[in-house]
């Protein structure tokens, strides 16, 4: 990443991007992203219960096919399309069963996130004997002045679902109850 400095203020943005903030108000000062809540960027209508006997993929169809629904999306092709290229790569499942299918889109403005609870588990084909517990799918801009809140979401989604709050999660019955195991860790 590329650091751009403004020396003289015919140069500088005028405001720094949403969801960023500046540390200095000197010229070419840097910006970190504001902490992100995940609770925030989900609501009950996207938060399900994995199908017993889905695979991965299954369940990353079902995932996409629900936040194209809900946030009016149009299509869930492109997108489902978007995130399966990305997991061709590196495996998205880390040790502790979370699973972080992703993709950065054009035609969104923001973040948008689905959670699926996997109380069964979920083998993950491409991470050897990694199990999902709970698999956290979000999609975002593709705009460059995003790209720092993508990052740190990835960042604060693999520090708040730790072991625990995965199994505590995957416990959960109800949408409900999954959101407020959240903000709870959140406000900890």
Known sequence: MVLSFFPDKKNRPAAEPAGLEKLSDKAGALVRPKKIAISNILS???VIRAPLGVGKNELIEILVGRLCE???LGSPKPF????LEREQGIS???DTGLSL????????GSIMAALALVPQG???????????KLMFLFFSSSKPEIL???LQLLRGVASLFQPGV???LAASLEPAAALAIIRAVETR
């Open 148 to 150: 720092p809140l993508h």
């Open 122 to 132: 979920i083998a993950d084909p491409q991470a050897g004997d990694l199990t999902i």
């Open 70 to 72: 809900r946030k009016a």
């Open 44 to 46: 009950e209508d996207v």
């Open 101 to 108: 299918p992703h993709a950065r889109v054009d035609s969104i």
């Open 92 to 94: 998205t499942t880390l």
């Open 166 to 168: 995965i199994a505590d």
């Open 80 to 83: 489902l399309a978007k995130v």
